[in-house]
């Protein structure tokens, strides 16, 4: 029987489709911690300071055990998931595709593999795959100082795959199309200089030129309030380039 788990937005698990009972949140972090070690022993005082991080109750270590006895209460014999107590503590085994955070890492791998070797359209193909992995916020519903380092290396991971698919789409002419998720990009990070680049350029390759430059108006007056400094050389170049017309740009 197929088991397989989901950390890019809710933590959750299905058997063959079924959704499982996982649990309480704090039971659903003991889980998370486990699957992102991939295989790795989790002692259990390393779970106590995963689930807290700071003045766990004096029950911590009973909860734990608790926790990850109903955890294996919920895999059958049939299930290739395994969680196994070994020397002092609890290693989770599942075969390879059973996460969906592997499933993001393969992706991204075929597509730099395919950017190395000048495909950009199976690139593109890979990263749409793997962006549309993620529902929401990574570890959606889990606390604890882990789970939020967590969470925030597996969202950069997103927005990284996310301009690397907004160049490729630009580079293979889909420039109307990347306008939309950039627009998003910005939004939500306003001071990442590299995406407003990425989207005057769009702007301007889709015979937008005047947006492109407001664009570059609206950052430039962004991070003098945000920040006090200037656009970086690299975006005042592109603004140069944009304005004298220069047709590498198109």
Same mark, same amino acid.
């Given at each position: 029987?197929?088991?397989?788990?989901?950390?890019?937005?809710?933590?959750? #698990?299905?058997?063959?489709?079924? +959704?499982?009972?996982?649990?309480? @949140?704090?039971?659903?972090?003991?889980?998370?911690? $486990? $699957?992102?070690?991939?295989?790795?022993? =989790? =002692?259990?005082?390393?779970?106590?300071?995963?689930? *807290? @991080?700071?003045? @766990?109750?004096?029950?911590?270590?009973?909860?734990? /055990? =608790?926790?990850?006895?109903?955890?294996?209460?919920?895999?059958?014999?049939?299930?290739?998931? &395994?969680?196994? *107590?070994?020397?002092?503590?609890?290693?989770?085994?599942?075969?390879?595709?059973?996460?969906?955070?592997?499933?993001?890492?393969?992706?991204?791998?075929?597509? %730099?593999? %395919?950017? &190395?070797?000048?495909?950009?359209?199976?690139?593109?193909?890979?990263?749409?795959?793997?962006?549309?992995?993620?529902?929401?916020?990574?570890?959606?519903?889990?606390?604890?100082?882990?789970?939020?380092?967590?969470?925030?290396?597996?969202? +950069?991971?997103?927005?990284?795959?996310?301009?690397?698919? #907004?160049?490729?789409?630009? +580079?293979?002419?889909?420039?109307?199309?990347?306008?939309?998720? $950039?627009?998003?990009?910005?939004?939500?990070?306003?001071?990442?200089?590299?995406?407003?680049? $990425?989207?005057?350029?769009?702007?301007?390759?889709?015979?937008?030129?005047?947006?492109?430059?407001?664009?570059?108006?609206?950052?430039? /007056?962004?991070? #003098?309030? +945000?920040?006090?400094?200037?656009?970086?050389?690299?975006?005042?170049?592109?603004? /140069?380039?944009?304005?004298?017309?220069?047709?590498?740009?198109?």
């Amino acid at each position: 029987m197929s088991v397989t788990f989901t950390l890019l937005g809710p933590v959750r #698990a299905w058997r063959d489709g079924a +959704e499982l009972p996982l649990g309480s @949140p704090q039971q659903r972090a003991a889980l998370s911690v $486990l $699957l992102l070690r991939e295989g790795l022993l =989790t =002692t259990v005082d390393e779970l106590v300071d995963a689930l *807290w @991080p700071t003045d @766990p109750p004096a029950s911590a270590v009973a909860t734990v /055990r =608790t926790y990850l006895s109903r955890l294996r209460g919920l895999l059958r014999p049939g299930d290739a998931v &395994r969680i196994d *107590w070994i020397g002092g503590g609890y290693v989770l085994t599942a075969p390879p595709g059973s996460l969906d955070v592997q499933v993001f890492h393969r992706h991204t791998a075929r597509a %730099a593999e %395919a950017l &190395r070797a000048g495909d950009r359209r199976t690139a593109a193909a890979a990263l749409r795959a793997a962006l549309a992995l993620h529902r929401g916020a990574p570890l959606a519903g889990v606390g604890g100082d882990y789970v939020t380092g967590q969470r925030a290396r597996l969202t +950069e991971l997103r927005r990284a795959a996310a301009v690397d698919l #907004a160049t490729v789409t630009i +580079e293979l002419g889909g420039h109307a199309e990347a306008i939309a998720d $950039l627009r998003a990009m910005v939004a939500e990070e306003p001071l990442r200089e590299h995406c407003h680049a $990425l989207l005057m350029t769009a702007l301007h390759r889709s015979g937008r030129t005047a947006d492109a430059l407001s664009h570059y108006r609206e950052v430039h /007056r962004v991070l #003098a309030a +945000e920040l006090g400094v200037q656009p970086g050389p690299a975006l005042r170049a592109l603004h /140069r380039r944009i304005l004298t017309g220069d047709p590498a740009l198109v």
